[in-house]
């Protein structure tokens, strides 16, 4: 699992409200796409500076600004100027180790939200996704440029549903249910790398096998972390508190929330099949020790009466009768085969082996 915890400690001594980027510069310019639209006009273009948003953001329409990486705090300074934004929600959003919430500031919302992708080698990554919800704009920020609103971006080009009818609050539900939606196939991977390793583990057990276990099982916990703050999170939307959302768009929240349940408890099912093929391995593991053994205790039983004559017979006293034997040599041994064939047919009978 890649990284989850960025180091705050550049900030210590700061005063709240302080602009420090805490997390990984992913690409080395920020970039800035901008869709103005209403349910007759759709304009989408991609602006270089925060100067540029001056103009349009009191033209009529809804306005969404997406911003693609978070090192550049200049910019996210000067946006946060242009709309009102307190400074410690601006130190949250270039906080990326945030956990999901929302904070109601009245003139606007701020969620907070994790997207979750595997990698290479099903290495599970998380990326921050804050929204700031306003009365006509909305503010989206990525800490690098993905595709992972380009569903949406679709929906508003090509004028399908409602998206383009309805104002901001709905746009924030298409952008968060694309998040969470994102979660199935998440999950849909996860399930097949189970299954998989279920069936390997039924075939054999290695050191291996044991070491993804753990690993899947530190995804899921730490998948479900960050599921259970979003779960208060949609809850807190789909009441519709703030005068920011209709309340008859509040019933798309609710949807959300229905499916971060389905979620939720399709993580906790993963959770126990893992607890289960963990004791299915050490089961395994302790058979095969118990079979190891076994087989060498019916081995060290056979050879104990053997040792025993050899040990009696291997004794250098000069009266010894059947040193003289002219017989004796091969009588012993074939006492020994005897005894060896014996204890194995009884063995076998008792189905010890």
Not at 65 to 92: C, R
Not at 117 to 140: P, R, W
Not at 244 to 261: G, M, Q, R, S
Request: aromatic share 10%; hydrophobic share 45%.
């Amino acid at each position: 699992m890649g990284a989850t915890l960025k180091k705050r400690s550049k900030k210590a001594g700061m005063i709240p409200g302080s602009l420090v980027h805490i997390g990984y510069a992913y690409q080395e310019k920020s970039k800035i796409t901008l869709i103005r639209y209403d349910e007759n006009f759709f304009e989408e273009k991609e602006v270089s500076s925060a100067a540029d948003l001056n103009a349009i953001k009191d033209l009529p329409g809804n306005l969404w600004i997406n911003i693609d990486g978070l090192q550049d705090v200049a910019l996210l300074e000067n946006i946060g100027q242009l709309f009102g934004l307190h400074p410690l929600i601006l130190e949250d959003i270039l906080n990326t180790d945030q956990r999901p919430k929302i904070e109601d500031l009245t003139d606007y919302l701020y969620v907070v939200l994790r997207n979750f992708y595997h990698h290479e080698n099903d290495t599970l990554f998380s990326q921050q996704v804050s929204i700031i919800l306003g009365k006509n704009f909305i503010l989206s920020f990525q800490e690098k440029e993905t595709a992972l609103f380009e569903p949406v971006r679709e929906r508003l080009r090509g004028d399908k549903g409602k998206i383009r009818k309805s104002g901001c609050d709905y746009l924030v539900h298409a952008l968060i249910d694309n998040v969470v939606d994102n979660y199935f196939i998440l999950l849909d991977n996860m399930e097949d790398r189970i299954e998989r390793l279920e069936n390997d583990l039924i075939r054999q057990t290695t050191p291996a096998k044991l070491q993804s276990i753990h690993n899947l099982k530190r995804e899921l916990i730490f998948l479900r972390k960050s599921l259970w703050p979003l779960r208060e999170t949609i809850s807190s939307l789909q009441r519709a508190d703030s005068p920011l959302i209709d309340e008859p768009n509040a019933l798309y929240f609710k949807d959300i929330f229905d499916h971060l349940i389905a979620i939720i408890d399709t993580v906790d099912t993963f959770r126990d099949l893992l607890s289960g093929m963990l004791d299915i391995y050490l089961s395994s593991a302790s058979m095969r020790l118990n079979e190891v053994m076994k087989v060498l205790t019916i081995i060290a039983t056979i050879f104990m009466p053997l040792t025993f004559l050899a040990g009696v017979y291997g004794m250098n006293f000069k009266h010894m009768p059947e040193l003289e034997w002219t017989w004796g040599y091969f009588g012993l041994w074939g006492i020994m085969f005897i005894i060896a064939a014996g204890m194995i047919v009884f063995f076998h009978r008792k189905k010890w082996i």
